[in-house]
C-alpha cells in the first residue's frame, strides 16, 4: 500500500478565526435543521416516508398524525438530506481549520436525537416491516428462508394480517430472507419482545439498530480520544450525520448491527510493540523488536467479523482484509480464521439447509437507480428501468470491475493508521464494493463510513458524503402515493435514473483517480499516527 500522505497537498489551511467560527455555527446550525425535519416528518406518520402501522396501546412507536401531503413530505426530506450533508461537510472544513466544539456536547446531542428518532414509527423505508416478518416466522418456528411475509398473511397468523401489503413493495412479499442467521436471531429477538404487535416489532427493531449506532460513537470516542481534531471529525462522519440517522435509526435498518460488529473486528485487530529477547539492567527487554499481531486480537477480530457476516454476507469482505493485514503471520492468520468460523458455521448449520442455499445462490440484483443506467438507457433507448431492459451478464460486469478496483485500492490506498492493520484494506474493499457494484443503496455505505472515521482528513470525505447524500434523496419514500403531482414524480423518477447515477459514476471515477493519482490530500498531522490509538481492550 501507499504509505505517503502528501502533506503538502494537506487540506488544512490557515484562515481567519471569524470564519472558522461562522463555518461552525452554519454547520450546526445545518444539522441541527435537518435533524429537526427528520424526526417531525417521522413523527407526523402515516405518510409518503412512513408506513402506515396498527398503534401498540401504551407504548412505542408513539406519533400524531397529520396527514402531510407527499409534496410537503418528499421536499422536506431532499432539504434535509442536503442540509444535512452540507452541515457534515462544513463541520469538516471548520475542524480542519481549527474549530473544536466541546466534543460532549456533540455526543450528548447526538444520544438525544438517537433516543427521539429510536421512539417514533420506521421511517424512509418499508424493510423494518420484513425484519418482523422475519423473526415473526421464526417465533412460530418456520424458517424465513423459506416462508415469505405473503405466505405468513395467507397462514391467518396476526402479525402477517398487520401488514400493509397495499403500501409495500410486492418484490419482498414474495420473497425469502436474504440476511444472515445472526440477522435472523436479532429479528426473532425483536418479534418475540414485540408480541402480536407489528408496531411494537419494529420499535423494538429500531432499538436493536439505535443500540448499535450509540455503540459506534462510544467505540470511535474511545479509539480517537487523544486527538481532538480527529475525535470530532468522527463525530462529525457518524454521530451527528443526519444522513446516517436516517438511514440507520428512522429506517431501522440492520445494517447498523452489522457496522457495529465489523468495526470492533477491523479496529480490534491491533499491532502491538515487541520486545527482543535481550534485557537490561533493570530486567526490561534493552531493545525493541518489530511489532506483532496478538493472537487473542486476531481470534477477537475473527470473532465478531463472524457475527457481522452472519447478518450481511459482504462484510465478509473485512475477514478478507484481516487475512490481508495477517499474510505475514501465519499464527495470527489462523487465529482470526478460526474465530471466524467459530461463528459463521454454526449459525449456518444451525438456521438449516435453506440458509445456506440461499447464501450460496442469491444474487444481490441491481438497484433502479444504479450508475450503470448511464450507460445502457442512451444507447438501447430505454426510458424507464425493467428487469428485461437491462443489458444481460450486467451483474458479471459489475463484479469484475469490482475486483479491478477492489486490488487498485487496497495496493494504493494510504495507510494512516499502521497500529491497525485492517482499517485501510477494509476500506479500500468496501468502497469498491459500495461504488463499483449495480445494487447501490445509500445505508450500506455505513460499512465504510465507520472506518472511514478512523481516518485522517482527505477528499475521499467529500467523494463519499457528496455520494450518500445523492443516494439519500432518492429513497426518502417508503410508500408509493397515487396522489402526489406529476411533477414530484417526475422529479423523483429524473433523480433516481440519471441525477443520483450521475454522481455515483463520478464518485466511482474519483475513487479510481485518487488511487492512480495519489492526490489524496492527507493533512500532514496525522492524529492516527503509531501509538496514538487506545486499545479497544487492554493487554494482558
Same mark, same amino acid.
Given at each position: 500500500?501507499?504509505? *505517503?500522505?502528501?502533506?503538502?497537498?494537506?487540506?488544512?489551511?490557515?484562515?481567519?478565526? *471569524?470564519?472558522?467560527?461562522?463555518?461552525?455555527?452554519?454547520?450546526?446550525?445545518?444539522? !441541527?435543521?435537518?435533524?429537526?425535519?427528520?424526526?417531525?416528518?417521522?413523527?407526523?406518520?402515516?405518510?409518503?416516508?412512513?408506513?402506515?402501522?396498527?398503534?401498540?396501546?401504551?407504548?412505542?412507536?408513539?406519533?400524531?398524525?397529520?396527514?402531510?401531503?407527499?409534496?410537503?413530505?418528499?421536499?422536506?426530506?431532499?432539504?434535509?438530506?442536503?442540509?444535512?450533508?452540507?452541515?457534515?461537510?462544513?463541520?469538516?472544513?471548520?475542524?480542519? %481549520?481549527?474549530?473544536?466544539?466541546?466534543?460532549?456536547?456533540?455526543?450528548?446531542?447526538?444520544?438525544?436525537?438517537?433516543?427521539?428518532?429510536?421512539?417514533?414509527?420506521?421511517?424512509?423505508?418499508?424493510?423494518?416491516?420484513?425484519?418482523?416478518?422475519?423473526?415473526?416466522?421464526?417465533?412460530?418456528?418456520?424458517?424465513?428462508? /423459506?416462508?415469505?411475509?405473503?405466505?405468513?398473511?395467507?397462514?391467518?397468523?396476526?402479525?402477517?394480517?398487520?401488514? #400493509?401489503?397495499?403500501?409495500?413493495?410486492?418484490?419482498?412479499?414474495?420473497?425469502? @430472507?436474504?440476511?444472515?442467521?445472526?440477522?435472523?436471531?436479532?429479528?426473532?429477538?425483536?418479534? *418475540?419482545?414485540?408480541?402480536?404487535?407489528?408496531?411494537?416489532?419494529?420499535?423494538?427493531?429500531?432499538?436493536?439498530?439505535?443500540?448499535?449506532?450509540?455503540? !459506534?460513537?462510544? /467505540?470511535?470516542?474511545?479509539?480517537?480520544?487523544?486527538?481532538?481534531?480527529?475525535?470530532?471529525?468522527?463525530?462529525? =462522519?457518524?454521530?451527528?450525520?443526519?444522513?446516517?440517522?436516517?438511514?440507520?435509526?428512522?429506517?431501522?435498518?440492520?445494517?447498523? =448491527?452489522?457496522?457495529?460488529?465489523?468495526?470492533?473486528?477491523?479496529?480490534?485487530?491491533?499491532?502491538?510493540?515487541?520486545?527482543?529477547?535481550?534485557?537490561?539492567?533493570?530486567?526490561?527487554?534493552? *531493545?525493541?523488536?518489530?511489532?506483532?499481531?496478538?493472537?487473542?486480537?486476531?481470534?477477537?477480530?475473527?470473532?465478531?467479523?463472524? /457475527?457481522?457476516?452472519?447478518?450481511?454476507?459482504?462484510?465478509? $469482505?473485512?475477514?478478507?482484509?484481516?487475512?490481508?493485514?495477517?499474510?505475514?503471520?501465519?499464527?495470527?492468520?489462523?487465529?482470526?480464521?478460526?474465530?471466524?468460523?467459530?461463528?459463521?458455521?454454526?449459525?449456518?448449520?444451525?438456521?438449516?439447509? #435453506?440458509?445456506?442455499?440461499?447464501?450460496?445462490?442469491?444474487?444481490?440484483?441491481?438497484?433502479?437507480?444504479?450508475?450503470?443506467?448511464?450507460?445502457?438507457?442512451?444507447?438501447?433507448?430505454? &426510458?424507464?428501468?425493467?428487469?428485461?431492459?437491462?443489458?444481460?451478464? =450486467?451483474?458479471?460486469?459489475?463484479?469484475?470491475?469490482?475486483?479491478?478496483?477492489?486490488?487498485?485500492?487496497?495496493?494504493?490506498?494510504?495507510?494512516?493508521?499502521?497500529?491497525?492493520?485492517?482499517?485501510?484494506?477494509?476500506?479500500? $474493499?468496501? $468502497?469498491?464494493?459500495?461504488?463499483? &457494484?449495480?445494487?447501490?443503496?445509500?445505508?450500506?455505505?455505513?460499512?465504510?463510513?465507520?472506518?472511514?472515521?478512523?481516518?485522517?482528513?482527505?477528499? $475521499?470525505?467529500?467523494?463519499?458524503?457528496?455520494?450518500?447524500?445523492?443516494?439519500?434523496?432518492?429513497? /426518502?419514500?417508503?410508500?408509493? @402515493?397515487?396522489?402526489? #403531482?406529476?411533477?414530484?414524480?417526475?422529479?423523483?423518477?429524473?433523480?433516481?435514473?440519471?441525477?443520483?447515477?450521475?454522481?455515483?459514476? =463520478?464518485?466511482?471515477?474519483?475513487?479510481?483517480?485518487?488511487?492512480?493519482?495519489?492526490?489524496?490530500?492527507?493533512?500532514?498531522?496525522?492524529?492516527?499516527?503509531?501509538? %496514538?490509538?487506545?486499545?479497544?481492550?487492554?493487554?494482558?
Amino acid at each position: 500500500m501507499v504509505g *505517503e500522505h502528501n502533506g503538502d497537498e494537506g487540506i488544512s489551511r490557515s484562515g481567519s478565526p *471569524e470564519l472558522t467560527r461562522l463555518l461552525g455555527w452554519l454547520a450546526a446550525a445545518a444539522i !441541527v435543521v435537518s435533524t429537526l425535519i427528520i424526526i417531525a416528518i417521522s413523527a407526523a406518520g402515516p405518510n409518503v416516508s412512513v408506513p402506515a402501522l396498527r398503534r401498540a396501546a401504551g407504548s412505542p412507536p408513539w406519533w400524531h398524525a397529520l396527514h402531510l401531503t407527499a409534496t410537503f413530505v418528499t421536499v422536506s426530506l431532499w432539504a434535509a438530506m442536503v442540509l444535512g450533508g452540507a452541515g457534515v461537510i462544513a463541520g469538516l472544513v471548520a475542524v480542519a %481549520r481549527g474549530a473544536r466544539p466541546p466534543v460532549r456536547a456533540v455526543i450528548a446531542g447526538a444520544f438525544l436525537a438517537i433516543a427521539v428518532v429510536t421512539v417514533l414509527p420506521p421511517a424512509g423505508s418499508t424493510d423494518a416491516i420484513s425484519y418482523a416478518a422475519n423473526g415473526r416466522m421464526a417465533v412460530i418456528g418456520r424458517s424465513p428462508y /423459506v416462508m415469505t411475509p405473503l405466505q405468513l398473511k395467507r397462514s391467518g397468523d396476526p402479525i402477517g394480517r398487520q401488514i #400493509p401489503f397495499i403500501q409495500i413493495p410486492s418484490t419482498w412479499t414474495t420473497t425469502v @430472507s436474504v440476511y444472515g442467521p445472526v440477522a435472523t436471531g436479532a429479528e426473532w429477538a425483536a418479534a *418475540e419482545l414485540g408480541g402480536s404487535s407489528l408496531a411494537r416489532i419494529t420499535f423494538w427493531l429500531k432499538l436493536e439498530a439505535a443500540l448499535a449506532f450509540g455503540a !459506534v460513537i462510544l /467505540v470511535l470516542d474511545r479509539l480517537l480520544r487523544a486527538d481532538p481534531a480527529q475525535r470530532l471529525r468522527a463525530h462529525l =462522519l457518524w454521530s451527528v450525520n443526519p444522513l446516517l440517522l436516517w438511514e440507520i435509526v428512522a429506517s431501522g435498518h440492520i445494517d447498523g =448491527l452489522a457496522a457495529l460488529f465489523g468495526l470492533l473486528g477491523v479496529a480490534g485487530l491491533r499491532i502491538r510493540p515487541s520486545q527482543s529477547s535481550g534485557q537490561s539492567s533493570s530486567g526490561q527487554s534493552s *531493545e525493541p523488536g518489530r511489532g506483532q499481531i496478538g493472537l487473542r486480537d486476531a481470534v477477537l477480530a475473527g470473532l465478531a467479523i463472524g /457475527v457481522a457476516t452472519g447478518i450481511k454476507a459482504e462484510y465478509a $469482505l473485512f475477514g478478507l482484509a484481516v487475512a490481508w493485514a495477517c499474510r505475514r503471520s501465519v499464527k495470527p492468520l489462523a487465529a482470526a480464521a478460526a474465530g471466524f468460523v467459530l461463528v459463521v458455521v454454526p449459525a449456518y448449520l444451525a438456521a438449516g439447509t #435453506p440458509a445456506i442455499k440461499i447464501l450460496l445462490t442469491r444474487s444481490p440484483g441491481i438497484t433502479w437507480d444504479t450508475m450503470y443506467q448511464l450507460f445502457w438507457r442512451p444507447v438501447l433507448g430505454y &426510458t424507464q428501468f425493467s428487469v428485461t431492459s437491462r443489458p444481460p451478464h =450486467l451483474e458479471l460486469v459489475a463484479y469484475l470491475l469490482f475486483a479491478a478496483v477492489a486490488v487498485l485500492a487496497v495496493l494504493r490506498f494510504p495507510d494512516p493508521v499502521p497500529h491497525l492493520p485492517a482499517v485501510t484494506p477494509a476500506l479500500a $474493499l468496501s $468502497l469498491a464494493w459500495l461504488f463499483v &457494484t449495480a445494487f447501490q443503496r445509500p445505508w450500506y455505505d455505513v460499512m465504510a463510513i465507520s472506518l472511514l472515521a478512523l481516518y485522517s482528513a482527505s477528499r $475521499l470525505d467529500w467523494v463519499v458524503l457528496i455520494r450518500l447524500v445523492a443516494g439519500a434523496t432518492v429513497y /426518502v419514500q417508503a410508500v408509493q @402515493s397515487p396522489f402526489q #403531482p406529476h411533477w414530484l414524480a417526475n422529479l423523483g423518477q429524473f433523480d433516481g435514473a440519471w441525477l443520483t447515477p450521475g454522481v455515483r459514476l =463520478l464518485a466511482a471515477v474519483a475513487l479510481v483517480w485518487l488511487c492512480l493519482s495519489g492526490r489524496w490530500g492527507w493533512r500532514s498531522a496525522s492524529a492516527t499516527s503509531p501509538g %496514538r490509538l487506545p486499545e479497544l481492550l487492554p493487554a494482558t
